[in-house]
Nanobody, 118 residues
Framework: QVQLVESGGGLVQPGGSLRLSCAAS????????MGWYRQAPGKQRELVAM??????TYTNSVKGRFTISRDNAKNMVYLQMNSLKPEDTAVYYC?????????????WGQGTQVTVSS
């Protein structure tokens, strides 16, 4: 089992910045991917940014504004969000995928609210 706890959400004005953090604990081994998803009211959950072995992926709408990073020693993953827009308002979820042999396991945090409004 892996437990994920997000922090860093809040209310910010358009053009502002926030940094989300995700602390992972538990049986962390053979990580396939780690990243961030978001879900706005009335919309489906969407991928924001993902780190896989050797690759980083961003959804088009955040490219150049958001940066995902990791600290392996601390089992942390971060999302630096700059030039925030009202359309970035959503609940942001941390995501990990691990594997054990042929099996893959998906883990989600509880979510942190990001609201971009003047």
């Amino acid at each position: 089992q892996v437990q994920l706890v997000e922090s860093g959400g809040g209310l910010v004005q358009p053009g502002g910045s926030l940094r989300l953090s995700c602390a992972a604990s538990g049986s962390i081994f053979s990580i396939n991917a780690m990243g961030w998803y978001r879900q706005a009211p009335g919309k489906q959950r969407e991928l924001v940014a993902m780190i896989t072995s050797g690759a980083i992926t961003y959804t088009n709408s955040v490219k150049g504004r958001f940066t995902i990073s990791r600290d392996n020693a601390k089992n942390m993953v971060y999302l630096q969000m700059n030039s925030l827009k009202p359309e970035d308002t959503a609940v942001y979820y941390c995501y990990y995928q691990t594997s054990w042999g042929p099996d893959e396991y998906d883990y989600w945090g509880q979510g942190t609210q990001v609201t971009v409004s003047s």
